[in-house]
């Protein structure tokens, strides 16, 4: 399996990017596929959530309202709509995949992409 994640750049605050993450080697059916995201000098933290089949979505407090997860199913894609980013925003993203929620955090996941780098300047 692999996830990869990739749209990462740096931007100023106000601006928008759009994160995009290429799953493959199995089918996602069923599954959740998550962004987190790392800030230097903290833990990974949740961004937002998705389920494969419905589409249903969930986002951390901090974002919503700004950035908009979706997916793709006939390309295999998920993607993370970014608006109105902000300093605090930077950070390197991760998607990843889960069978299920059952903690609602990163322990749910088992399948995990590399990261882009996101950078906001002030």
């Known amino acids: 399996v692999q996830l990869q994640a990739s749209g990462g750049g740096l931007v100023q605050t106000g601006d928008s990017l759009r994160l995009s993450c290429a799953a493959s080697?199995?089918?996602?059916?069923?599954?959740?596929m998550g962004w987190f995201r790392q800030a230097p000098g903290k833990e990974r933290e949740f961004v937002s959530r998705i389920t494969w089949n419905l589409g249903t979505t969930y986002y951390a407090d901090s974002v919503k309202g700004r950035f908009t997860i979706s997916r793709d199913s006939a390309k295999n894609m998920v993607y993370l709509q970014m608006n109105s980013l902000m300093f605090d925003d930077t950070a390197v993203y991760y998607c990843?995949?889960?069978?299920?929620?059952?903690?609602?955090?990163?322990?749910?996941?088992?399948?995990w992409g590399q990261g882009t780098l996101v950078t906001v300047s002030s």
């Open positions: 080697g199995r089918t996602f059916t069923n599954w959740v």
């Open positions: 990843a995949a889960a069978k299920a929620i059952r903690y609602g955090d990163s322990k749910d996941y088992v399948f």
